[in-house]
């Protein structure tokens, strides 16, 4: 289970202060993924942020009782001195994984060849993208993060083995899904919610919350 409780964010832009949440409360239970519909601007991304524990609310209470994933695109963790290999193992040792199964995943699924057994620091921009999405895949989580804001990988033998492979893991986890797109969310949520102005609104069905986003938009 994933609660906000009465959660509050803002930022100071240099001009005026931007709202992101405005004492917002909502719980996401396991099984029931949520689409979050949120207009371009709107802070979708320190949404996610805040529900993993990369961005701390300014007031309010967010409890985690599951494994959250870190969302697709965060290098966290990972150290640029050393290889693909070295940190994907110690990553899993960190999840209290098997880190030769991790180690194994990662090197399959981003497929960088030698590189693999090379300094992450030495790596394109792309290669960084297909470990970093490798690596997520290669862990168990009960709730997946996906920020439609976050990079993209152009390589496609990737994309299409990797999408296989999440498409898998999101039919028996839980998925939060931030897009400003309809058709994003709709593939894997049941329910969905809408950012706006700060504040979060909650609706039963994903057909509600369209009617409604498609209103106001």
């Known amino acids: 289970m994933l609660e906000f409780d009465n959660v509050s964010k803002s930022f100071w832009t240099g001009t005026q202060r931007k709202v992101i949440l405005d004492q917002a409360s909502f719980r996401v239970e396991l099984g ?21 524990g990369l961005e701390k609310p300014d007031e309010g209470m967010i409890r985690r009782e599951c494994r959250i994933s870190f969302p697709l695109g965060f290098m966290g963790g990972v150290v ?9 193992r110690y990553i899993a ?4 994984l098997d880190p030769d199964y991790v180690s194994a995943f990662t090197r399959w699924l981003t497929d960088i060849d030698e590189y693999f057994d090379m300094p992450v620091g030495t790596y394109s921009a792309g290669m960084r993208q297909r470990f ?11 709730i997946y993060l996906i920020d439609e804001g976050m990079p993209q ?11 296989s492979v999440l498409f898998d893991r ?31 609104y909650m ?15």
């Open 80 to 88: 640029p001195k050393h290889s693909a290999n070295e940190n994907s």
């Open 153 to 163: 990988t152009t390589d496609v033998e990737f994309n299409r083995k990797a999408g």
């Open 132 to 142: 970093t999405f490798s690596l997520l895949l290669a862990l168990e989580f009960d």
């Open 32 to 52: 029931h993924s949520l689409g979050i519909l949120a207009p371009n601007g709107t802070g979708k991304t320190t949404l996610i942020n805040m529900m993993c």
């Open 170 to 200: 999101l039919r028996n986890s839980t998925v939060i899904i931030v897009s400003h797109l309809p058709q994003t969310i709709e593939k894997f949520c049941q329910s969905a919610a809408i950012l706006r102005d700060g504040k979060l």
């Open 203 to 217: 609706f039963e069905s994903l057909d509600e919350a369209k009617q409604y986003y498609d209103y106001t938009a």
């Open 93 to 96: 040792r960190i999840y209290g």
